[in-house]
């Protein structure tokens, strides 16, 4: 078995695991075809958020008001609901290291929790990310601390 098959092979058994994979590559490096054919392989979904093209509530939800119990909860992101509801998944997290610090922010219970405010994703919901390294990337930037302590590089 070659080093590259390998190391895919141990990413797939890490997520499996229920811990968030990183995958850093330079940019054309085929980590979102290689996720992409991951789910296909294990027969899952594939919902892909692009770090550079979303804001925090794409990830958290929107508020909404509740005037009939004087509160405020949260309308969960369509690709959360989809998740939820096949009861297993890939969330793919693209492009993780040009998503503004705020969208590494809304992440962070996510990736350690599988959850949205006390919403949770099925436990065979397995999570990728993908970044390219900060020299070779376009607007990228080192991941957070608190983000990059989530997964597994």
Known sequence: MSNTQA????????AQAGIPV??????GGGKSAWVDSVAARLGLGCETLIGSQIDPC????????????????????????????AGKGLL??????????????????VLREKAIHGH????????????NPVDLAASGQDLAAATANRLAH
């Open 92 to 109: 793919f997290l693209d492009e993780l290291s040009s998503a503004a610090p705020a969208v590494q922010a809304a992440l962070l219970r």
């Open 22 to 27: 990183l995958l850093t590559s330079a940019p």
């Open 7 to 14: 190391a895919r092979n141990s990413a797939c058994a890490t």
């Open 58 to 85: 794409d990830v958290g939800g929107l508020l909404a008001p509740d005037a009939a119990h004087q509160r405020a909860s949260f309308l969960l992101p369509d690709w959360f609901c989809r998740l939820q509801t």
């Open 120 to 131: 949770r994703l099925p436990q065979d919901v397995l999570i990728f990310a993908a970044a």
